[in-house]
């Protein structure tokens, strides 16, 4: 291979550089929803996202996939600025970045057909007609595990983790390159939960495809993302390899969050100690100077509250917003 030939196989397919995504309120006040991340995703991996509800996770995959435009910042595509494409390679884009939603009840029409959901994108993007376009829908039904009977079927007569079959289905249905999970399991019952992550993994390995997983379910983000970022309050705490996170988190946050994942063993439950949080999460409308989690933090030093931390890197690909992490 050659140096040119390494380089572009090394670069990231999807990638946000200093993404902010602000949002005027009622009376002149700005939520500050997404506040300077930056994060990349190399072709054929997985990276998670995880942190508190309305920590600013959804609004990030929405904006790598094009949903939001960035208030600041930029999201490259294949190293190209989506902001800059034109309305033929706005079409490209949209076909090989899609998004499976966190709702499979309120995602679907109910009033289409299972084939019409599926074969929507299809339509849209002219890839297929006639017999070749039902022929892919039984293909995309069958690669989720439903029959092709279900295509004349509406959502109403499916369960939970069906219909969350159906969506990843719609997604797949143009061809992908990118796909960003947005808590595809979280409304699901936990017996289905590891039925939808496997079947996400085992489409990658076959499909050769890039996900961000987002999630606030910090056991499945570890079993099935390579890299996890960690985000609190619009911006992100820390970011390593996931094996590395788990053992070795550096942030008070990341700490406190994985204390909270429970243990199979009762006797390792009772015996460990968890990190409990003082105080409320701030407001985005309002966030604090300094460390966004320096009211809540156990460490929390003078300099905290004064001077918001780099997100840094302290080896290995492992990266913290601490000013005490040495």
């Known amino acids: 291979m050659t140096a040119e030939a390494a380089r572009a196989a090394a670069a990231p397919l999807a990638e946000a550089r200093d993404l902010k995504l602000y949002f005027h309120l009622a009376g002149g006040a700005v939520l500050k929803a997404v506040d300077g991340v930056s994060l990349s995703i190399a072709e054929g991996r997985t990276v998670g996202l995880v942190g508190e509800s309305g920590c600013g996770k959804s609004t990030t995959g929405r904006a790598l996939v094009g ?7 930029s999201v490259l595509f294949k190293g190209k600025d989506i902001g800059s494409l034109d309305k033929a390679e706005r079409g490209e884009f949209a076909r090989h970045a899609q998004m499976i939603f966190q709702d499979p009840y309120s995602s679907l029409n109910p009033r289409m057909t ?15 007609a006639g017999r070749e376009r039902m022929e892919r829908i039984w293909e995309l039904l069958g690669l989720v595990g ?23 289905a719609r997604s797949l249905a143009v061809e992908p390159r990118f796909i960003v999970c947005d808590e595809p399991i979280s409304a699901l019952d936990v017996s289905i939960q590891s039925q939808i992550v496997n079947l996400l993994a085992s489409l990658q390995a076959r499909l050769g495809l890039t996900y961000l997983f987002i999630s606030h379910d910090l056991s499945m983000v570890k ?43 009762p006797r390792a439950e009772r015996a460990r100690q968890r990190i409990l949080l003082s105080g ?6 309002d966030p604090p100077p300094g460390c966004r989690f320096a009211p809540r933090c156990p460490r929390a030093m003078g300099r905290c509250r004064e001077a918001a931390p780099e997100l840094r890197d302290v080896g290995g690909g492992h990266r913290v917003a601490c000013h005490a992490v040495g």
């Open 280 to 285: 409320d999460v701030p407001s985005p409308v």
């Open 223 to 265: 079993y099935i993302s390579e890299t996890v970022c960690v985000m609190y309050l619009g911006a992100l705490a820390e970011t390593a390899p996931s094996e590395e996170l788990y053992e070795r988190p550096l942030h008070p946050y990341t700490q406190a969050l994985l204390s909270a994942i429970p243990i199979a063993d």
């Open 146 to 168: 439903l029959a092709k009977e279900h295509a004349n079927r509406f959502p109403h007569e499916f369960s939970g983790g069906q219909r969350q079959r159906i969506g990843i």
């Open 114 to 128: 299972v084939g019409d959901i599926v074969g929507e994108g299809i339509d849209i993007h002219r890839l297929y």
């Open 67 to 73: 949903m939001y435009e960035p208030t600041a910042g």
